[in-house]
């Protein structure tokens, strides 16, 4: 077994298909699968199951890849201490619901670490897909929510697929809104409004609700919005949070989420009012068990809960 072969099963396991990684390793295809194959034998083990859709990491692979990324970390560390000028991209991914919190933590991690190679991505996905992604290990971290009509549905398929669920924090829910909405006029002349719990289901009945699509998985259970089952006179699909802000903004919509905004990333133009219904959104992030967090999880993770406890959340 060497580093090399490590570092072909990172990349072919990250991109999905043998051809594509070939290109990216700079080797032949027949090469970068014979050296797999090799490795599988002389571990006794399969990593990749191979089918005509592509290749896709097996129960064994899933586990053999996290030994293999703290490997090759670690190398890569030492390599940087104390090989002069060797300098590896440090490669680091997680996905997530549309969360501002979790990007501005993004963005504190690449401030933090001040490297001058990196490899990132930050995936602001669809529920399934997240909980795919942690699972097949392109994303070291997930982050989503929980409630009481989702929970039983999506603990049952972290369970399944090994993956762990750590709380972050608790919250109302409130709605997203511009700040040019009547609502928000309301709500700020009239604190006692409802008692001050919030706006009312009532109050949202004419304007049209933003919701993300969950595609092919667009089930009630995997939607990014707590209430999935009440119908709705307007509603608009969208695929990306620019898109959903924009028709926030035109249309005088709404989307229902956590109320956690970023002011510094997001602008003053979209605004959170409290939302008076008995639900409560919990929110966390997903990992895999058989895996150990790396340096840079460790500084996200941090930095994403000192966001939360600065937000007042914790």
Partial sequence: ?????????????????????????????????????????????????RT??????????????????????QMELLEQKYVAGKLHKQKFSISTQHYSFAVKAFVDLIMHFG????????????????????????????????SNFNEKVITKLLKENELDFELLFTVQPHIFVSSRNPLVKKFKENPDYNNGK????????DLPVLRYDQGVNNSFYFTEEILSTLEHKKSIMVNDRATLFNLLIGLNGYTISTGVISEDLNGKDIISLPLDVDETI?????????????????????????????????
């Fill in 282 to 314: 919990r929110v966390g992030m997903i990992t895999h068990k058989n895996t150990v967090r790396s340096r840079l999880g460790e500084i996200f993770v941090s930095s994403l809960k000192e966001n939360i406890k600065s937000d007042g959340l914790v």
């Fill in 115 to 146: 490297m001058e190679e990196y490899d990132f991505a930050i995936r602001e996905t669809r529920t399934y897909e997240i909980i795919e992604d942690v699972k097949m290990l392109k994303s070291e971290i997930g982050i989503l929510y929980l």
């Fill in 1 to 49: 077994m060497t580093l090399q072969q490590l570092r072909y099963v990172i990349e072919v396991s990250g991109i999905g298909s043998m051809s594509e990684a070939a290109k990216r390793l700079f080797i032949s295809q027949p090469s970068l699968s014979n050296s797999i194959m090799e490795l599988e034998k002389e571990l006794g083990i399969l990593i990749f199951i």
């Fill in 52 to 73: 005509n859709r592509g290749i896709q990491l097996s129960v064994e692979g899933t586990e053999f890849l996290g030994y293999a990324r703290q490997v090759i970390e």
């Fill in 198 to 205: 919030g706006v009312t289901l009532e109050d949202l009945e």
